[in-house]
């Protein structure tokens, strides 16, 4: 489990790095990048919960991330055209 | 087009077939008009940019003004207003109204003949751009830089807010994220503003 949370903890990092990438560094491609490897990452940490057999814990966690960043990718494309 | 219109033939008389097209040979050439068409282009960027009650208010005002002296004292009016009007919309109207009385035959164009006109020049003008922007900085080139600018802070926030959602392992986690991916944006926008600033200070 530790081993878990410490990749999850990495894989925040990225989701910032991709942040800065975009934002700071004013880079798309880098930024896409970072996320892809990030991407890389979390099949990987669904691999390691699979393995202690908790994946539905996983999906349940994921799934509000996921709901969350599809209501702040709506935000940021509406909220110009309001 | 029809935009274009409104500043060159705001005092419209009644319109008579086929006028526009004795002008195609004329306008290509003359410098005024020229310097109109490219402070169109950046007044369709600019209007992209400002609120669109702000820009009914302009258009307002500008259909009123009935000369080029009046559309000139407003032009001090307007820039000194809370309204932040763009600078190249003005210029554009007194571009506009010094092309009208030049060409008085522009006042008896329908809008259909004003889209073919201006349609058939803006290619050879973009083409004339292009020979003479390689060493020069083009004019509007500070309005592209902008545009960019705002369009990567835009890009940035939809892949940084995708990489919130699928990268981060809580829901809160994605909301924390998610409000640092706006304050990033925020401050994205407000440095592409400082820039086109600095850079129109350097352009005028």
Redesign the interface.
């Known amino acids: 489990m530790d081993t878990i949370k410490k990749w999850?903890t990495y894989?925040?990092f990225?989701?910032?790095a991709?942040?800065f990438?975009?934002?700071?560094f004013?880079s798309?491609p880098i930024?896409?990048l970072?996320?892809t490897f990030?991407?890389f990452?979390?099949g990987y940490?669904f691999y390691l919960y699979k393995k202690i057999d908790l994946q539905q814990e996983y999906l349940k966690?994921?799934a509000?991330?996921?709901?969350?960043?599809?209501?702040?990718?709506a935000?940021?494309?509406l909220k110009?055209g309001i | 087009m029809s935009f274009s219109y409104l500043f060159l033939g705001c005092v419209a008389e009644d319109p008579q077939p086929k006028q526009a097209e004795l002008l195609v040979d004329q306008l290509p050439e003359d410098p005024l008009f020229i310097e109109f068409m490219n402070s169109l282009q950046k007044s369709q960027a600019n209007a992209s940019r400002i609120s669109k009650e702000d820009f009914e208010k302009i258009q307002q005002r500008v259909i009123s003004a009935s000369s080029f002296a009046e559309v000139e004292k407003d032009r001090y009016t307007l820039s000194g207003s809370n309204l932040k009007i763009e600078h190249p919309l003005l210029e554009m109207v007194i571009l506009g109204q010094k092309l009208r009385e030049k060409y008085p035959q522009l006042l008896v164009a329908n809008p259909e003949e004003f889209d073919m006109l201006l349609a058939e020049n803006i290619s050879e003008l973009v083409q004339k751009r292009s020979v003479h922007s390689a060493n020069l900085r083009i004019f509007g080139a500070c309005e592209e830089e902008f545009d960019t600018?705002i369009e990567?802070?835009?890009?940035?926030?939809?892949?940084?807010?995708?990489?919130?959602?699928?990268?981060?392992?809580?829901?809160l986690?994605?909301?924390a994220?998610?409000g640092?991916?706006y304050l990033?944006?925020l401050?994205?926008i407000d440095d592409a503003t400082k820039s086109y600033k600095t850079c129109k200070k350097y352009e005028n």
């Open positions: 999850e894989s925040i990225l989701a910032l991709v942040a990438a975009g934002f700071f004013k798309i930024a896409l970072i996320f990030g991407l990452v979390q940490i966690k994921k509000g991330a996921v709901i969350g960043g599809i209501l702040f990718i935000f940021f494309l110009d | 600018g990567t802070c835009r890009n940035a926030a939809l892949v940084a807010s995708a990489a919130c959602g699928l990268l981060t392992p809580t829901l986690g994605a909301l994220c998610g640092f991916v990033s944006e401050v994205c």
